[in-house]
T-cell receptor, first 114, second 112 residues
Framework: QQQVKQSPQSLIVQKGGISIINCAYE??????FPWYQQFPGKGPALLIA?????SEKKEGRFTISFNKSAKQFSLHIMDSQPGDSATYFC?????????????FGTGTRLKVLA | DVKVTQSSRYLVKRTGEKVFLECVQD?????MFWYRQDPGLGLRLIYF???????EKGDIPEGYSVSREKKERFSLILESASTNQTSMYLC???????????FGDGTRLSIL
């Protein structure tokens, strides 16, 4: 019940196209949903995050769509560029036993073709 | 900018050795975390610490221990390394637990 299921595992998109990565969760206690971007040889870095009181958040070419009733959230990368080629992780966190628990998805390896 | 520094990028050790992975953050963060990253499994939490000398088990603590003697430093210890502990290890920190985590660049550990 504390899993976050991420799909697809890998994604190939043409330059200028839209990249879409999806995540689903079961536990309605999750209250913070960040996305991290990881380049080879680097640690994950926060890309964009959302809380369940909004349905969408946009930062530049990156948008999170959040569907509370379906317990799903997704990352959309508009006008995808070769520089966006990286691994993307969704995550969900909630308060549990007096601390916050972070659960990460299994990652999506995105390749944007020039 | 927050900087989380892991002492080694690559490390090769032998089975049965005691292995220390070090992590230092420069932002006076209360909370520090150790994750293990394996292909297809994402990031799995090994241990975290919310204060000096305080620690909590994560999802996969078996075979590991941690030490936090100073606020800025969080060490992961493999008591007796085994080949199934070959992995990428990531350290992270955050000021408040419901805020984004800041990650180091990882230590790729190989146990032979």
């Amino acid at each position: 019940q504390q899993q976050v299921k991420q799909s697809p595992q890998s994604l190939i998109v043409q330059k200028g196209g839209i990249s879409i990565i999806n995540c689903a969760y079961e536990n309605t206690a999750f209250d913070y949903f960040p996305w991290y971007q990881q380049f080879p040889g680097k640690g994950p870095a926060l890309l964009i995050a959302i809380r369940p009181d909004v349905s969408e958040k946009k930062e530049g070419r990156f948008t999170i769509s959040f569907n509370k009733s379906a317990k799903q959230f997704s990352l959309h990368i508009m006008d995808s560029q070769p520089g966006d080629s990286a691994t993307y992780f969704c995550a969900a966190s909630m308060r549990a036993s007096g601390t916050y628990k972070y659960i990460f998805g299994t990652g999506t390896r995105l390749k944007v073709l020039a | 900018d927050v900087k989380v520094t892991q002492s080694s990028r690559y490390l090769v050790k032998r089975t049965g050795e005691k292995v220390f992975l070090e992590c230092v953050q420069d932002m006076d963060h209360e909370n520090m975390f150790w994750y293990r990253q394996d292909p297809g499994l994402g990031l799995r939490l090994i241990y975290f610490s919310y204060d000096v000398k305080m620690k909590e088990k994560g999802d996969i603590p078996e075979g590991y221990s941690v030490s936090r003697e100073k606020k800025e430093r969080f060490s992961l210890i493999l008591e007796s390394a085994s080949t199934n502990q070959t992995s990428m290890y990531l350290c992270a920190s955050t000021f408040l637990q419901d805020q984004p985590q800041h990650f180091g660049d990882g230590t790729r550990l190989s146990i032979l």
